[in-house]
């Protein structure tokens, strides 16, 4: 795949992570049990049988990518305003699938249906740990996936299903922690987290409640370089349009591209990292009045469908975007009840049984995420956290081809993504640089 020529670049990095704290309430699968408390399940529990699973990967990439853009939309609709907005939706599901693994009943099935309605739980985790194993197995870039679980000895200790422990360390690779949770406990745990973001993200947790039980974290670490660095002649300065009409001065790079995408709704263009296997995707709406905000939010997966559909490489297209850096928190825990993974954060119905105790015993309390991207004309640098606390109850053309422009020098989205799939790890909204 052709991108844009250049020439000297630095490592970029782009990271992710995920924290899931488990805290007090809530017990079976769709058939009574979880993964982790069916025999049958439990005595093939490791991580080959797990990603040996059968499932249609077609289908599934076409439900995570139709999960990204639900989850994106849906964050826009909670949070609104006209700020940079960027997530990680697999940081998101790596922890969440995490919670799944012991979940039961509608629990279970709410968090399946949130990432691939209608299959099953089992297809959903075997999905997820094949995309732990690519990210890991990436060539020429860095690329890792880390998980973590922290058990409060002092309220959960023993009391925990081996079996969900064992289920997360074979099929997550999960580092399994016990210990007394105090005021020195998250510390430790945003230790890790800076360890296994490439000290991106420093902080993610200021406190821990104390009914606090377990806390699970997921981390994914991305460094590249572009495919083709862009050379001194096509960084050049410029102005930018912001969301609300104001005009600031900001640092283009420019290159000419191969790859164009255009629909009714929105152009763009994919520029590579090293290795081919990931890329930047910018999507530039096609009404210049919009912000990107208000025009992530109504772009739809089957809209996202259509807009990866219509790639050629039958024109030159001449690309103009800034460097930009921004920074995003939310509480997720409103945003994943309007998808319809509720039961969860019910201290009655939340059933996470497969973790601990009955139903109703533990149950989300938060789902905290945070994100930081930096893109510039050596790469692209950018972390993710997701924290969910868990408490207890209480083709070469030979003519000159035409030419296409896509130039980002107004509000616009983006992505990056699997260039095999098209399923982003990171997307996001740019509004002001």
Same mark, same amino acid.
């Given at each position: 795949?052709?991108?844009?020529? &250049?020439?000297?670049?630095?490592? $970029?990095?782009?990271?992710?992570?995920?924290?899931?704290?488990?805290?007090?309430?809530? *017990?079976?699968?769709?058939?009574?049990?979880?993964?982790?408390? %069916?025999?049958?399940?439990? $005595?093939?529990?490791?991580?080959?049988?797990?990603?040996?699973?059968?499932? %249609?990967?077609?289908?599934?990439?076409?439900? @995570?990518?139709?999960?990204?853009?639900?989850?994106?939309?849906?964050?826009?609709? %909670?949070?609104?305003?006209?700020?940079?907005?960027?997530?990680?939706?697999?940081?998101?599901?790596? &922890?969440?699938?995490?919670?799944?693994?012991?979940?039961?009943?509608?629990?279970?099935?709410?968090?399946?249906? !949130?990432?691939?309605?209608?299959?099953?739980?089992?297809?959903?985790?075997?999905?997820?740990?094949?995309?732990?194993?690519?990210?890991?197995?990436?060539?020429?870039?860095?690329?890792?996936?880390?998980?973590?679980?922290?058990? *409060?000895?002092?309220?959960?200790?023993?009391?925990?299903?081996?079996?969900?422990?064992?289920?997360?360390?074979?099929?997550? /690779?999960?580092?399994?922690?016990?210990?007394?949770?105090?005021?020195?406990?998250?510390?430790?745990?945003?230790?890790?987290?800076?360890?296994?973001?490439?000290?991106?993200?420093?902080?993610?947790?200021?406190?821990?409640?104390?009914?606090?039980?377990?806390?699970?974290?997921?981390?994914? &670490?991305?460094?590249?370089?572009?495919?083709?660095?862009?050379?001194?002649?096509?960084?050049?300065?410029? /102005?930018?349009?912001?969301?609300?009409?104001?005009?600031?001065? $900001?640092?283009?790079?420019?290159?000419?591209?191969?790859?164009?995408?255009?629909?009714?709704?929105?152009?763009? +263009?994919?520029?590579?990292?090293?290795?081919?296997?990931?890329?930047?995707?910018?999507?530039?709406?096609?009404?210049?009045?919009?912000?990107?905000?208000?025009?992530?939010?109504?772009?739809? =997966?089957?809209?996202?469908?259509? +807009?990866?559909?219509?790639?050629?490489?039958?024109?030159?297209? @001449?690309?103009?975007?800034?460097? +930009?850096?921004?920074?995003?928190?939310?509480?997720?825990?409103?945003? !994943?009840? *309007?998808?319809? =993974?509720?039961?969860?954060?019910?201290?009655?119905?939340? %059933?996470?049984?497969?973790?601990?105790? =009955?139903?109703?015993?533990?149950?989300?309390?938060?789902?905290?995420?945070?994100?930081?991207?930096?893109?510039?004309?050596?790469?692209?640098?950018?972390?993710?956290?997701?924290?969910?606390?868990?408490?207890?109850?209480?083709?070469?053309?030979?003519?000159?081809?035409?030419?296409?422009?896509?130039?980002?020098?107004?509000?616009?989205?983006?992505?990056?993504?699997?260039?095999?799939?098209?399923?982003?790890?990171?997307?996001?909204?740019?509004?002001?640089?």
């Amino acid at each position: 795949m052709k991108i844009c020529s &250049a020439k000297d670049i630095k490592a $970029a990095a782009a990271i992710m992570a995920a924290s899931i704290l488990l805290g007090g309430c809530a *017990n079976a699968s769709i058939t009574g049990q979880s993964l982790v408390n %069916d025999p049958a399940i439990v $005595a093939e529990i490791n991580l080959n049988e797990v990603r040996n699973t059968d499932y %249609d990967q077609k289908l599934m990439d076409r439900e @995570y990518r139709r999960y990204c853009f639900d989850l994106l939309s849906q964050t826009l609709r %909670d949070q609104g305003g006209d700020n940079n907005v960027m997530i990680s939706p697999a940081s998101i599901m790596m &922890a969440l699938d995490m919670v799944a693994a012991g979940a039961k009943g509608e629990s279970l099935r709410q968090l399946t249906d !949130l990432f691939a309605e209608g299959q099953g739980p089992l297809t959903q985790q075997a999905y997820a740990a094949a995309m732990m194993e690519k990210i890991n197995e990436a060539e020429k870039v860095d690329f890792s996936c880390a998980n973590a679980i922290w058990n *409060n000895a002092r309220l959960l200790g023993d009391k925990v299903n081996m079996n969900f422990v064992d289920y997360i360390r074979n099929t997550f /690779l999960a580092e399994y922690n016990v210990k007394d949770f105090d005021n020195k406990t998250p510390d430790e745990i945003n230790a890790w987290i800076d360890e296994h973001t490439n000290h991106m993200i420093k902080k993610a947790i200021d406190q821990l409640d104390p009914e606090t039980v377990m806390v699970l974290v997921n981390a994914i &670490a991305f460094e590249a370089e572009w495919q083709d660095p862009y050379m001194e002649d096509q960084i050049v300065d410029g /102005l930018f349009t912001k969301a609300d009409g104001e005009i600031t001065e $900001a640092t283009f790079l420019n290159c000419a591209v191969t790859d164009y995408f255009e629909t009714d709704k929105a152009t763009g +263009f994919l520029k590579s990292y090293e290795g081919g296997q990931y890329a930047f995707l910018a999507i530039l709406p096609t009404d210049d009045s919009i912000d990107a905000n208000e025009f992530a939010k109504d772009f739809s =997966a089957e809209d996202y469908e259509k +807009f990866i559909a219509s790639v050629t490489d039958k024109y030159t297209v @001449y690309t103009k975007m800034p460097e +930009f850096t921004s920074d995003f928190e939310y509480l997720v825990n409103g945003t !994943l009840q *309007n998808l319809g =993974a509720t039961d969860v954060f019910d201290p009655v119905k939340a %059933d996470l049984s497969g973790i601990s105790g =009955a139903h109703g015993d533990i149950y989300v309390s938060k789902v905290i995420h945070k994100t930081h991207i930096e893109v510039d004309r050596k790469g692209t640098k950018a972390a993710a956290v997701t924290v969910i606390t868990l408490e207890k109850n209480a083709v070469f053309e030979e003519d000159v081809p035409e030419v296409r422009y896509v130039e980002c020098d107004r509000p616009f989205a983006y992505a990056i993504v699997d260039t095999e799939t098209m399923a982003p790890i990171f997307i996001g909204t740019v509004n002001q640089v």
